[in-house]
């Protein structure tokens, strides 16, 4: 069994920056396409941004220009730089990728979520 492991949540003031991390919890388990979604309390789960295993990111509108989603392959870990962060911000952020066994079967996985609160 593998699960996506996400770190780096927390509390910021406005304006201020967090770093999240995501990896999965076995190393022979390789991620592909890879992204961060976010859900408000009462809201539906939103696609934040995603990068496809050649390094192609896309960006919701709300986030263009203050986060940048990026990878390691090396370490196989996938990050969500966030930046300017704003009180609409705060959600719980998850991480979502293909995972690759080593026998080439691909699964999609979800992480298990991280608090991001932004204070005003």
């Known amino acids: 069994q593998v699960q996506l492991v996400e770190s780096g949540g927390g509390l910021v003031q406005a304006g201020g920056s967090l770093r999240l991390s995501c990896a999965p919890s076995?190393?022979?388990?390789?991620?592909?396409?890879m992204g961060w979604y976010r859900q408000a309390p009462g809201k539906q789960r939103d696609l934040v941004a995603s990068?496809?295993?050649?390094?192609?990111?896309n960006y919701a509108d709300s986030v263009k220009g203050r986060f940048t989603i990026s990878r390691d392959n090396a370490k196989n870990t996938g990050y969500l730089q966030m930046d300017s962060l704003k009180a609409e911000d705060t959600a719980v952020y998850y991480c979502?990728?293909?995972?690759?066994?080593?026998?080439?079967?691909?699964?999609?996985?979800w992480g298990q979520g991280t608090q991001v609160t932004v204070s005003s």
């Open positions: 979502n990728a293909g995972l690759r066994s080593t026998i080439g079967f691909v699964n999609n996985y």
């Open positions: 076995r190393s022979t388990f390789r991620i592909q396409d």
């Open positions: 990068i496809s295993s050649s390094g192609s990111a």
